[in-house]
């Protein structure tokens, strides 16, 4: 069992390859912890209601709306934000297709992206389509944002 | 941001769940139990839900188990919907699932939080209605298995403290031909209009529904119509529709005449589907 959490307690997490620990309420959202106790501002507070993506982090490997996660629930746990993703396959293929406009939600897709190349590198066009519904943007650049997400699968694919 | 403070638990098995309620609970707390969390923390940061303490329960074995036992296809509640998509035991349930929010929001929600929510959809429960399954509840007196039918009536009815750990499903029931529909307003992801899972077992349609009514639904008087086969399947639809069991939604989703008629034609094409395997 592990120790009930008071109402404010440490939590440590590793996060982008660092061992962190933050002093928390019990009801603080992971997303926030993130931003204002870690200063990682990549990871965007969009809808806040689980809607838009913009907050999407990976929790060992897997995508996750960090405004519907309690930053208990991180504890012991690795979380990558969009600052652990520098050059990666993911962020090199949205700046090389311009995938974005304003840029807002740009973090979320990205992150999201990564997501989906860990957990399947040669996705078909269904499963892209699925993971990439997770995320909004409003500026509309969605044809891009596909376009990048292929090229980025596209050497995956082309192995025997 | 959540506007109150509230304690974090995480038991390692079913008793001490409870036994955290029943203390908890004491202490004036108002606990619930806490699983994906996705309806807790939206509620919770819109002051719809106010507790002292959430009871996490992920962490329980029991709740995590996605195996076959025996004769029995075992689902634990906190076994996440892209989980269940993923391994994939059941596949009218994997469609069920797939319907349900979007793909990084199913890798925090969960199967029994899904069934167990507020919000009045809770299509993970319209394959278990159909297959008759059983579900495991824990709580004052340890575990208990009773039939889905005892049990949910447009929400599960659980006793204070009590909480859902598993669904136990008749695995004779896996390759049955099925249909499943989810008809929204726009797009892939959202609220269903209109609902309909079907299966077909000893040449008997079966069929549940979500976003007709307030609540999620199999119904036995609109079964024994649409399994006449003396009367033509437009008509078996219309008398089906009169045997609604509660008032046709009405909301900013659709209006209830357009429910109406998009149900009829889902029945329809669940009918023409099934009828012929």
């Avoid at chain 1, 996705?123 to 943007?137: G, M, P, Q, Y």
């Avoid at chain 2, 979007?102 to 299509?123: A, L, M, P, V």
């Avoid at chain 2, 008629?261 to 329809?268: I, N, Q, W």
Wanted: hydrophobic content about 40%; proline content about 6%.
């Amino acid at each position: 069992m592990r120790e009930p959490m008071p109402a404010a307690d440490s939590v440590e997490m590793e996060v982008n390859g660092e061992k962190r620990r933050v002093n928390v309420r019990a009801s603080s959202l992971l997303l926030h912890t993130l931003r204002n106790m870690l200063g990682l501002t990549g990871c965007k507070p969009g809808c806040e209601n689980g809607d838009c993506g913009a907050c999407t982090v990976l929790v060992e490997g897997l995508p996750m709306k960090s405004c519907l996660m309690l930053t208990a629930e991180a504890n012991g746990r690795k979380v990558t934000t969009i600052e652990g993703l520098a050059n990666s396959p993911a962020t090199y293929a949205f700046a090389k297709n311009q995938a974005f406009q304003c840029g807002y939600c740009t973090p979320g897709f990205i992150v999201n992206c990564e997501g989906l190349r860990n957990a399947y590198p040669q996705a078909d066009l269904e499963t892209v389509r699925l993971w990439l519904e997770s995320n909004i943007c409003r500026c509309t650049s969605y044809e891009e944002i596909h376009a990048a997400v292929q090229e980025m699968l596209a050497g995956y694919r082309r192995t025997p | 941001m959540i506007p109150f403070d509230l304690e974090y638990y995480v038991p390692a098995d079913v008793s001490e769940a409870y036994d955290w309620f029943r203390k908890l609970q004491e202490q004036g707390k108002d606990p619930v139990y806490y699983s994906g969390g996705t309806e807790i923390l939206t509620f919770a940061r819109l002051n719809r839900v106010r507790t002292g303490a959430v009871i996490d329960l992920k962490a329980i074995p029991d709740c995590r188990s996605l195996q076959m036992s025996g004769q029995l296809l075992e689902i634990g509640s906190c076994v996440s919907l892209s989980d269940l998509c993923a391994a994939n035991p059941f596949p009218l349930l994997s469609l069920a699932a797939r319907g349900v929010a979007d793909q990084t929001s199913r890798n925090k929600i969960t199967f029994g939080g899904n069934i167990c929510g507020r919000i009045i959809y809770r299509e993970a429960v319209l394959p278990l209605l159909l297959t008759d399954s059983a579900v495991v509840l824990a709580g004052e007196n340890g575990m208990r298995a009773v039939s889905i039918h005892e049990v949910f009536e447009g929400r599960l009815k659980l006793r204070k403290g009590e909480f859902l750990v598993k669904t136990l499903t008749d695995i004779r029931f896996l390759p049955l031909p099925y249909y499943h529909e989810k008809r929204r307003k726009i797009g892939h992801v959202g609220y269903p209009i209109v609902t309909v899972a079907a299966l077909k077992k000893d040449g008997k349609l079966r069929m549940a529904f979500s976003g007709v009514c307030a609540f999620p639904f199999r119904s036995d008087p609109m079964e024994q119509v649409l399994n006449d086969s003396s009367i033509p399947p437009h008509k078996r639809i219309e008398e089906a529709i009169g045997r609604l069991p509660g008032p046709v939604l009405d909301d900013i989703e659709s209006s209830a005449p357009y429910r109406r008629f998009l149900l009829a034609r889902t029945m329809a094409d669940a009918i023409q589907s099934l009828e012929s395997r």
